[in-house]
């Protein structure tokens, strides 16, 4: 059962090519960290990434209310316990960041623009945008050092994908990777 996230820009979450709405932020936070981490984390970890700067309580009724509303739409997919939260093994989830990542790689690796230009075309903008847990200090930690790291690897990419077709007299693929970098930095200064 494919599980299919867009975590750059505004997240969209498809479960067997229909598209999910998650009403909740903490729900979307913690769909992002789990499909990101790829392994399940004790609900201990996760209350404390999510829950706040609430009681404990508060913290567990956070948790417990962003676990329900996944639970109903994309229910098939968890593997949920009292101690434990992931993805079912069974469950394949697929994700633009992760094929962004795989695309640099393959780039990196093969000196291959072709990947760079697929890589900075998944990019469509701050890494879950929009979204934000102010009462959350851990999880706005880890979502800034993430939205950071993307942010700098797409303008190292389209930069390097500047710099390639210049070399190669490319201009076209040139002024894309330009258009693309200028387009992304003005919508993430706004």
Same mark, same amino acid.
């Given at each position: 059962?494919?599980?299919?996230?867009?975590?750059?820009?505004?997240?969209?979450?498809?479960?067997?090519?229909?598209? +999910?709405?998650?009403? !909740?932020?903490?729900? &979307?936070?913690?769909?992002?960290?789990?499909?990101?981490?790829?392994? =399940?984390?004790? #609900?201990?970890?996760?209350?404390?990434?999510?829950?706040?700067?609430?009681?404990?309580?508060?913290? $567990?009724?956070? +948790?417990?209310?962003?676990?329900?509303?996944?639970?109903?739409? +994309?229910? =098939?997919?968890?593997?949920?316990? &009292?101690?434990?939260?992931?993805?079912? =093994?069974?469950?394949?989830?697929?994700?633009?960041?992760? $094929?962004?990542?795989?695309?640099?790689?393959?780039?990196?690796?093969?000196?291959?623009?072709?990947?760079? #230009?697929?890589?900075?075309?998944?990019?469509?903008?701050?890494?879950?945008?929009?979204?934000?847990?102010?009462?959350? =200090?851990?999880?706005?930690? @880890?979502?800034?050092?993430? !939205? *950071?790291?993307?942010?700098?690897?797409?303008?190292?990419?389209?930069? *390097?994908? +500047?710099?390639?077709?210049?070399? #190669?007299?490319? @201009?076209?693929?040139?002024? @894309?990777?330009?258009?693309?970098?200028?387009?992304?930095?003005?919508? *993430?200064?706004?």
């Amino acid at each position: 059962m494919p599980l299919e996230l867009q975590l750059f820009g505004v997240p969209e979450l498809r479960l067997d090519g229909r598209r +999910i709405q998650l009403t !909740r932020k903490s729900s &979307w936070a913690m769909l992002a960290y789990l499909a990101l981490s790829g392994v =399940p984390h004790a #609900r201990e970890v996760l209350t404390g990434l999510f829950g706040g700067n609430g009681t404990e309580d508060q913290a $567990r009724r956070r +948790i417990s209310n962003a676990l329900a509303e996944m639970r109903h739409e +994309i229910g =098939p997919c968890l593997l949920t316990s &009292w101690s434990v939260v992931g993805f079912r =093994p069974e469950v394949t989830c697929v994700s633009d960041v992760q $094929r962004f990542e795989m695309y640099l790689r393959q780039a990196r690796e093969q000196d291959d623009a072709t990947a760079l #230009r697929a890589a900075a075309d998944l990019y469509r903008g701050e890494f879950l945008a929009g979204l934000s847990l102010k009462c959350s =200090p851990d999880f706005e930690m @880890w979502l800034l050092l993430q !939205r *950071e790291s993307y942010h700098a690897q797409f303008v190292v990419a389209a930069e *390097e994908l +500047i710099a390639s077709a210049g070399r #190669r007299s490319a @201009w076209i693929d040139g002024e @894309w990777a330009a258009r693309r970098l200028l387009e992304l930095e003005l919508k *993430e200064q706004d």
